[in-house]
C-alpha cells in the first residue's frame, strides 16, 4: 500500500492524483487535523509528528511513504530516511525539478508556509540544477487555517492573497511554486492574482508522476504491494483508506470536494 501523510487535508491533492495516476495500488492516507498547522512550529516538533505518522502508515501495511506535506518534507525527511527501511517519496524533489527545467526568465516565485520558506529547500535544490536561476520565496502563514476552514472563495482570504502575493508580482516571476500541498485548492485565485502569464506548479502533480516512475522501476515493492491487495475490495477506490487525527464538518466537506466523491474519514489517535 502506498502511504501519505500530511498535516490536514493538503495531503488529499497528492493523494486524488496519486489515484488517477497509480489507479492499481490501494492508498492509506493520514491527515494530522489535530495538530495542523506544521509549518508554523519548530523543526524538532513538525520531525516528531512525522516519525508517529510514518509509524502510523507503516503498522497499516504502508510499503512506501509519500511525505504530502511541504513543512515535514522541508524539515523531517532526511530523519524519516536514515531511521525507516522504506522508501520515502517527498514532494519537493520532483517540483524543484520541473520549476528548474521550465522557467524562461530564471526568476521563480515559491510560496509556502513559514517552516517550508524558512527551510530554504527549494532556493537550494533549484539553485544546484540551474544556478542562474533568482528564487523569491514568501511565506503565507494565514493561509493553511484558512483553507481548512473551507474558506476558499472568501474575500477575506483574496486579501490575504493579494498581501501576499504583490511581492511577487513585482519581481516579475514567471513561474509560482505552490510549495504547500494545501494551496492547489486556491489555484484559481492564485493564478488570477499572480496574472495568467505565471506558469503555477503543483507539488501534487509533480509528486504523483515522480511516485509512478519510482514504482514502475521498482518490481520488489510493487510486488508486496499485490501480494497484499489480494484481501482487498474489488473496486479499486473502496480500497483506500483515510485517517484523521480529528474530524469537523468543515474538513468533511473539503474532504468530499477535493475527491468528488463521499470519503470516510477514520478517526483515529495516530
Ligand atoms: N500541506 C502542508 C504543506 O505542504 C501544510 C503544512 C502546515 O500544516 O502548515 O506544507
Known amino acids: 500500500m502506498i502511504g501519505i501523510f500530511d498535516s490536514g487535508v493538503g495531503g488529499m491533492t497528492v493523494a486524488r492524483t496519486i489515484e488517477q495516476v497509480c489507479p492499481q495500488y490501494p492508498l492509506l492516507y493520514f491527515g494530522d487535523v489535530a495538530h495542523t498547522p506544521y509549518g508554523s512550529k519548530s523543526s524538532e516538533t513538525i520531525t516528531g509528528y512525522s516519525r508517529r505518522n510514518t509509524e502510523f502508515l507503516l503498522n497499516q501495511g504502508a510499503k512506501v511513504i509519500v ?6 518534507a522541508a524539515t523531517s525527511v532526511d530523519t524519516l530516511r536514515a531511521e525507516y527501511a522504506v522508501p520515502i517519496i517527498d514532494v519537493i524533489t520532483a517540483t524543484t525539478r520541473k520549476a528548474a527545467e521550465g522557467t524562461v526568465n530564471r526568476r521563480i516565485g515559491i510560496i509556502g508556509t513559514r517552516a517550508t520558506v524558512q527551510s530554504g529547500i527549494y532556493e537550494k535544490q533549484i539553485k544546484q540544477l540551474r544556478p542562474a536561476c533568482q528564487i523569491y520565496g514568501q511565506a503565507c502563514p494565514l493561509l493553511v487555517p484558512l483553507i481548512e476552514e473551507g474558506w476558499l472563495n472568501q474575500r477575506e482570504t483574496k486579501m490575504i492573497l493579494r498581501r501576499y502575493l504583490t511581492p511577487l508580482r513585482q519581481h516579475q516571476i514567471d513561474t509560482l511554486i505552490l510549495g ?19 506558469h503555477i506548479i503543483d507539488s501534487s502533480i509533480e509528486t504523483a508522476r515522480h511516485l509512478k516512475s519510482f514504482l514502475d522501476n521498482s518490481p520488489e515493492i510493487t510486488s508486496t504491494i499485490r501480494k497484499k491487495m489480494q484481501d ?28 468528488g466523491r463521499k470519503i470516510n474519514l477514520i478517526t483515529t489517535h495516530a
Open 67 to 72: 511525505v504530502a506535506c511541504n513543512s515535514a
Open 180 to 198: 504547500c500541498t494545501h494551496y492547489p485548492l486556491l489555484t484559481h485565485l492564485i493564478q488570477k492574482r499572480i496574472g495568467k502569464r505565471v
Open 232 to 259: 482487498c475490495p474489488p473496486h479499486h477506490l473502496e480500497k483506500n483508506r483515510f485517517f484523521v487525527s480529528d474530524s469537523t464538518p468543515p474538513l468533511q466537506k473539503l474532504a468530499n470536494g477535493i475527491f
